[in-house]
Structures are given as structure tokens and as C-alpha cells.
């Protein structure tokens, strides 16, 4: 090699080892610096170079705390003006909030919209939709949702007519364990069909009316020998025309079941469902409800006194919860007997093991309730006695939407400072 060549090949590799020197070491950058031009302007690159990076830094940190609010949003819309009179009465219960799934769940609503099914079962407290309506109402409001969900077939309600060709099982008729369901009765084919198997004999039908709002879903628990394409026949009632449903746009079976959903055509009215009536044709539950938001169902159960779980089958109802995606149940009964101690315990038992995930809130007003409630692992509200039920419709909502901002501040600021513990 040339000696012009050999000095340019060494001046390049000098440069490159002292750049990579001062770049992989950039604390010996600021030392040269001090000692070529004095400690001034040594402390004057270090504050630039810190300063860049402290800035990147907190742009970084600003953006995902951002994230973490923007994530545990609190809807403003959860008060309103004829809210802020009401008296809250606050939710009870162990340390470990029973809520705490259905609140996070809730969070993501507006990110991944789904149907959360609240079951209200009570007594002659929440009849013909007392209290239940209100609250429906309200969380609809804030979390979306339409429809009034389960609709009464067993409450001899203005809206729905049945056929008299339909016999109803109940448990209260009963009084055995059965595959009752989440409403604890169902229509079934009157008893002398239950030899025939080869012929039919007639049509059991259902009328539903009053149906209001647009972007609605027909949802149905039906015993799995229905043969959905053949026996059953569903028309909607628009004005003065009838249109029929057609094929569900879901069907899914499970033990014993088959859940079907029909899309009900916008400005519906009404809808008349004809069953050929088999063995087996049993109708276990109808739903007027949105694809997503929240429903609440008005379970009323008269003469039950609250034990509405126990006889029910274990797996038929685990079964009838995941179909609906069913995400709370409040229960709301007044003490009737002098057992009521030990039902109440049995029954909140029997859901802790059937549908441990599924948390349950007791309305009532007295000791026993709130000690068997919490207990269980329940959540516990006290309703006191002849509280008007539009009054406590409010109320509780109003415990509700408090526990519920309560949770998601604290997590939020868990969230917080856990990042800028980490970072």
C-alpha cells in the first residue's frame, strides 16, 4: 500500500474509535469538554442534552396517563338534574367488591359494545316493572341500550296475549327440582302430546305488543328439539303489514337449549310467534332487546316468598346464564316465613356454586339480609319499607352509578401511579 494510502486508512480508523469512544460514553464527552473549554460549558451541553431527553421523557409519560384516563372514562351524563335530590344509600359489602368484574366490563363498553343482562326477580316490590323500569331507564341512559328485555310471559301482563293451547310448568306448580330456566316456568305442549310423537295438534301461539324503538333483537331460549326452520313461524307487525322473520341471524345450542336471534325490521310494533305444538316444543324465554348496552329483566315471581334458585338444575341453568350473557341479578324479596334465614342462605349458596362469576346484589331492610348477603359474598342495599317505586328505581341507580364512578377513580389512579412507579 502507497504511504498516502496507509496514512488515510490509520486517520480513518483514529476518528471512527474516538467517535465510537465518545458516542457509546457520552459522560466522556462532557469531561472533555470541561477540560478544553472550562466546567460552563461543559454544564451547558449536559442541561441540553438532559433537557431533550427529560422532555421526550414527559411527552411519553403524558401520553399514556392520557391513555389511562381516556380508558377509565367516568360517562358525565351519569347525573341528572332530578338525580342530585335523590339520597344515596350506598352498596355494602366485604372488602373484595363483588362488582368489581361487571364495573371493568362496563369500562370497555365503548370500545367493544356488548349486551350486559341484568335479572331483577323480586316479589309484588317490583311488579308490572316497578322499580325495575326506572333503573332500566337510567343505565340505558348512560351505557346505551333499548328494548325492555325478558318479556312476561308468565305475569298476566296487557301487553302479551298466549294461546290456551299452551300449558304452563312452573316452579311454584311444581315444587321439584326441573329445567325451569331463568323466569322458573316455561310453556310447554299440553300433557296428552307428550305420547304423541308423530303428529301434531294445532299451534301454540304468542302475540307481544307495544314494541317501541328501532335497532331491536328477538332473542329465544327454546328446548332443543325445536326444529327452529320448520316449526316455528314468527311474523312482525308494522302499521297496518305483517313481515315474517325469517331465519335467526344466530343460533346456538347448549344442554338441552337453543338460543335463537332474530334482527326486528325498524318501526316494529309487534310480533306474533306460532309454535307447532310437538313434544317438546317448549318456549323457556323471549327477549326485546338491542345487540349491545345494558338490559334489565323484570323477573316478577309471585308467591315464590324467594326461593326461585334452589329447585332449578344446576348445568340448565349455568347453560340459560351463558346463552344470555347474563351479568348481574338483583334480588329483592321481603322476609315471609319464619325459614326465611335459611332459604335466603340456601338460595344465595346455590348461586355462589352455579354461577360463582355472576355477582348478586340483596334488596332488603333488615339484619339478616345484610349478614347472610355479605356473607355470601354478595353486595347488600337497603331499601327502606314503603319507599315509592319510582323513588327507589332512582335510588338504586343511584348506588349503582356511585359505586361504579368510586371503582373507576381508584383504578385510575392505581393505573397512574403504577406506571410512574415503573417509568
Not at 359489602?93 to 361487571?102: H, S, V
Request: charged letters at 20%.
Amino acid at each position: 500500500m502507497k504511504p498516502y494510502k496507509s496514512f488515510i486508512f490509520l486517520v480513518s480508523v483514529l476518528l471512527f474509535v474516538v467517535g465510537a469512544y465518545f458516542f457509546f460514553m457520552p459522560e466522556r464527552v462532557f469531561d472533555f469538554i470541561s477540560r478544553k473549554y472550562g466546567d460552563k460549558y461543559s454544564n451547558e451541553a449536559k442541561t441540553t442534552v438532559d433537557s431533550k431527553s427529560f422532555l421526550a421523557e414527559l411527552k411519553k409519560k403524558e401520553s399514556a396517563i392520557a391513555e389511562i384516563n381516556a380508558q377509565y372514562r367516568i360517562p358525565p351524563e351519569t347525573f341528572t338534574d332530578d338525580l342530585r335530590n335523590v339520597p344515596l344509600e350506598p352498596f355494602i359489602y366485604d372488602t373484595n367488591n363483588p362488582l368489581k368484574q361487571l364495573y371493568t366490563d362496563l369500562l370497555q363498553q365503548h370500545r367493544s359494545p356488548q349486551l350486559l343482562r341484568f335479572l331483577h326477580y323480586g316479589d309484588e316490590q317490583i311488579e308490572n316493572d316497578k322499580i325495575t323500569g326506572t333503573f332500566r331507564k337510567l343505565l340505558q341512559n348512560v351505557f346505551g341500550g333499548n328494548g325492555n328485555g325478558i318479556v312476561p310471559l308468565f305475569q298476566n301482563a296487557p301487553s302479551v296475549k298466549i294461546s290456551n293451547n299452551w300449558s304452563v310448568m312452573s316452579m311454584q306448580k311444581n315444587q321439584r327440582r326441573g329445567n325451569y330456566g331463568l323466569c322458573n316456568a316455561y310453556l310447554y305442549p299440553p300433557a296428552i302430546n307428550a305420547l304423541i310423537t308423530s303428529r301434531n295438534i294445532g299451534k301454540g301461539t304468542v302475540e307481544i305488543r307495544g314494541i317501541a324503538g328501532n335497532g331491536l333483537f328477538l332473542e329465544a331460549l327454546l328446548h332443543e328439539d325445536v326444529w327452529v326452520e320448520r316449526d316455528l313461524h314468527a311474523t312482525v307487525l308494522k302499521g297496518s303489514t305483517r313481515d315474517t322473520l325469517g331465519i335467526p341471524v344466530k343460533q346456538e345450542n347448549s344442554f338441552g337449549l337453543q338460543h335463537c336471534v332474530w334482527k326486528l325490521p325498524d318501526n316494529a310494533t309487534g310480533i306474533n310467534i306460532s309454535l307447532t305444538l310437538f313434544k317438546n316444543r317448549n318456549i323457556y324465554a323471549l327477549s326485546i332487546n338491542s345487540k349491545a348496552g345494558i338490559i334489565v329483566d323484570n323477573l316478577f315471581q309471585r308467591g315464590s316468598e324467594g326461593n326461585i334458585f334452589l329447585k332449578n338444575n344446576r348445568r340448565f341453568l349455568i347453560d340459560n346464564h351463558a346463552l344470555m350473557n347474563v351479568r348481574l341479578i338483583v334480588y329483592q324479596f321481603k322476609p315471609a316465613s319464619d325459614f326465611y334465614e335459611t332459604m335466603l342462605q340456601q338460595e344465595l349458596g346455590y348461586l355462589r356454586i352455579t354461577v360463582p362469576d355472576v355477582p348478586v346484589i340483596v334488596v332488603g331492610n333488615s339484619e339478616i339480609q345484610r349478614e347472610i348477603a355479605v356473607k355470601n359474598n354478595c353486595v347488600y342495599w337497603n331499601l327502606h319499607e314503603n319507599t315509592a317505586s319510582e323513588l327507589a328505581g332512582k335510588m338504586l341507580y343511584k348506588a349503582f352509578i356511585t359505586d361504579y364512578k368510586n371503582f373507576v377513580i381508584k383504578e385510575r389512579e392505581r393505573k397512574i401511579n403504577e406506571y410512574v412507579f415503573i417509568h
